[in-house]
């Protein structure tokens, strides 16, 4: 079970430009965009605790989405 | 303006082990997901569009994941 909702997700790949977009790859999507979130949040943790915060902040995620671009 | 909604993110944010987020960093991660949909989908509409193909299945989504995490 995903539990980001499908429309969104399935607005921005049509708006991306995909002519057509089958539920199940909408699903594997979502699949993914939730293990981003696990992976990013426990970086942004231990970027917060570096700075001695218990709360994760707009920088904290900033900091790891620049460093994940290279 | 962010597209996808605020509370499943959070709460997946939550799940993975953060004690406190702002809501900011909810939409830090919300607007970095909307990148990683769009890029995705670009690469996923490649894969179709190479197996001749115009609609984007799972495999598509599924293909482009496996190849970005090496």
Redesign the interface.
Known sequence: MV???RA??Y???K????????E??V???IE???E???D???K??KAAEKAGR?????D???FI?DILKG
């Open positions: 539990e980001l909702p969104p997700v607005r921005i790949m708006r991306a430009g995909a002519e057509r977009v089958s199940e790859a699903d594997a999507m993914y965009l939730e981003v979130i696990e990013l949040t426990l942004a943790i218990k709360t994760v902040r707009r904290d995620v900033e989405v």
